[in-house]
């Protein structure tokens, strides 16, 4: 069964400084890897994903993530935060294209001015 | 871009009463899920649907909730008689058949049991 920890209940970070949020998985197989992220008040959208390829996964908002295989991390990474950037973050994972996703307990991400 | 839509955003009912809630997956998806979060906690999930069964479902998804593709178009989910717990934010997904790998989430529905 696949499993996703996000150790970091809560990163407070100031504006304009750079975050990283971190992801670890584990899984018996290969899996597809995501980052969601859920605004106040708001569903889930989709920030990126890796599916195969370049390890260095680049998302919206000027979000990236890298897919460590040695590590099974996929931590997520901005140069320099935003206000708006102010919400919860969540890892997932799924074992194929269309099977349910796992979600980690998710990362909320205080901007701090 | 396509999305898929949930109604209704807020929902309120007493405890034992019966819920449905409802779901519009895009257009050309064959795969749809449910799933959960209760405030504060992680996001849940609660049960898949493919060519109108349940493919997989987790041990949330007890006999007090059912699914259903009752047309071409909405995807619902029924939970028989609520209870306190079952306050959460429900999101509906859905993919395509064949390049599955784009899931997308409603906006979801937030379901108070007082």
């Known amino acids: 069964a696949q499993s996703v920890t996000q150790l970091d209940s809560q990163v407070p970070v100031f504006e304009e400084a750079p975050v990283e949020l971190r992801c670890n998985y584990s899984s018996s197989v290969s899996v597809y890897l995501f980052w969601y992220v859920q605004y106040p008040n708001q569903g889930l959208q989709l920030l990126l994903k890796y599916l195969s390829g370049s390890t260095l996964v680049k998302g919206i908002n000027g979000f990236e993530a890298e897919f460590n295989k040695s590590q099974t991390s996929f931590h997520l990474r901005k140069p320099s935060v935003h206000i708006s950037d102010t919400a919860e973050y969540f890892c997932?994972?799924?074992?194929?294209?269309?099977?349910?996703?796992?979600f980690g307990k998710g990362t909320r991400l205080h901007i701090l001015p | 871009e396509p999305e898929v839509t949930q109604t209704p955003s807020h929902q309120v009912t007493q405890m034992g009463q019966e819920v449905i809630l409802r779901c519009v997956p895009i257009?050309?998806?064959?795969?749809f899920y449910w799933y959960r979060q209760i405030l504060g906690q992680k996001v849940e999930f609660l049960v898949s649907?493919?060519?109108?069964?349940?493919?997989?479902k987790s041990e949330i998804f007890d006999d007090q909730f059912s699914v259903e593709r009752p047309d071409g178009s909405n995807f619902t989910l029924k939970i028989r008689s609520t209870k306190l717990e079952d306050s959460a934010m429900y999101f509906c997904?859905?993919?395509?058949?064949?390049?599955?790998?784009?899931?997308?989430f409603g906006p979801g529905t937030r379901l108070t049991v007082l």
């Open positions: 997932a994972v799924t074992r194929n294209r269309d099977d349910k996703i796992i």
């Open positions: 649907f493919y060519n109108n069964e349940i493919s997989e």
């Open positions: 997904a859905s993919s395509e058949a064949t390049s599955g790998e784009r899931r997308f």
């Open positions: 257009s050309n998806h064959l795969y």
